[in-house]
């Protein structure tokens, strides 16, 4: 049987798969003849990891004791683009965007969102598409679900499967179009933003609207975000459009944590065949061009889609399917990422934006 101190050695070499690098001094061990205690203390959620990862230490230390693992983690607030005041009640807020609309931008979202809540961490959901909010929907929100107001201008966001969610959805009908121009649409998405009372979150998720427009810009200007995502399809026109993506969020001094390639493959529901219907490694020549990293790649899948629809995501509905298990995947990764992101304070360039 090996000591502590042999044990703390060993577990420090072994390589993180969220970071692809060695975990380092964040073990305790303690032991005794029956059993070894060992606690793992991250910077970032990884609960949904307890089962894989006490098979890998078991694995590797080959001690016939019984293994008990704690996982604990504490989310810090990481820097972000220029002296924007934090958002009160927010540790860290994360754009999830696109260049183009139809890739799947809205579903990655909500099942990230509820990925990263059964890590651990405590979430919620901005729906900062005015146009066209589909947030509620894909969270199984009941029409005409509003929220409750506090002193006639606080929104308390509902809850769904854990997690605080407000949206444009909440506030108008599905028969309403929102005929704005551009200054009052940002402002509806400020309004929603600062004027929600956001319970103690480590990560808010911003579900962007497709483009580089004014709601990009004003997030850019007066929004505290910590990083982004950008999520694409491996076809050649998506890939042209999340690359004005990047360059935005790179002009803007928001620190891109990585892409998730969306429609990476077709899995027929029948037989079960796959197929890149959409191209192949589209995902991995971005991240490759902008040095990030693919966080994951979800297949177009039929399942997905359906539940997203019915308001229970595959996340939730489906927790040992594939496609939940690379939705945790792509939370750990992403959480880490963001954890590990140096924590350099940027000088905001100036943007040509109008209020009128």
């Known amino acids: 049987m090996h000591t502590d101190a042999q044990i703390q050695a060993q577990l420090e070499t072994l390589i993180d798969q969220n970071t692809g690098q060695a975990y380092g001094a964040v073990w305790q ?5 029956n059993r070894i205690h060992l606690s793992l203390n991250l910077a970032y959620p990884a609960q949904a990891e307890h089962a894989a990862l006490s098979a890998r230490i078991k694995d590797s230390l080959a001690d016939p004791r019984d293994l008990l693992l704690d996982i604990e983690h504490q989310v810090e607030s990481q820097a972000t683009q220029g002296d924007i005041p934090g958002l009160t009640g927010v540790k860290n807020i994360i754009a999830v965007a696109s260049g183009k609309g139809g890739v799947g931008k809205s579903t990655t979202t909500v099942n990230l969102a509820l990925a990263m809540a059964k890590e651990g961490a405590r979430v919620g959901i901005l729906d900062a598409d005015i146009y066209g909010p589909s947030q509620g929907m894909m969270m199984g929100f009941a029409d005409g679900t509003r929220p409750q107001v506090r ?3 606080i929104f308390i966001p509902p809850m769904a499967h854990g997690v605080q969610v407000m949206s444009m959805a909440f506030l ?3 028969d309403t179009p929102v005929a704005w121009r551009g200054p009052m649409v940002t402002g509806a998405m400020m309004q929603i ?3 929600t009372d956001w ?3 480590d990560y808010l998720f911003i579900d962007m609207p497709p483009g580089t427009g004014d709601i990009q810009l004003t997030l850019a200007q007066k929004v505290p975000v910590a990083g982004s995502v950008i999520v694409t399809t491996p076809q050649d026109i998506a890939l042209l459009d999340a690359r004005r993506g990047i360059e935005m ?3 803007v001094k928001i620190p891109v944590l990585g892409v998730v ?3 990476s493959t077709h899995i027929c529901s029948n037989c079960g065949h796959q197929e890149a219907i959409f191209g192949d490694q589209g995902g991995d020549s971005l991240a490759a061009e902008y040095k990030v990293d693919v966080l994951g790649k979800l297949p177009l899948s039929l399942a997905i889609r359906k539940q ?6 595959v996340v939730v509905s489906e927790p040992e399917s594939d496609a939940a298990d690379i939705y945790q995947s792509i939370a750990r990764k992403l959480g880490a990422t963001l954890a590990s992101q140096q924590d350099n304070q940027f000088t905001m360039p100036t943007i040509g934006m109008s209020d009128d």
Request: aromatic share 4%; charged share 30%; proline share 3%.
């Open 29 to 33: 061990v303690t032991s005794d003849s």
């Open 151 to 153: 002193d006639e201008k």
């Open 172 to 174: 108008t009908t599905k």
């Open 193 to 195: 933003l600062t004027q």
């Open 199 to 201: 319970n103690d979150l």
């Open 249 to 251: 969020f790179n002009k």
């Open 261 to 263: 390639e969306n429609m």
């Open 308 to 313: 997203s629809d019915a308001g229970t995501p």
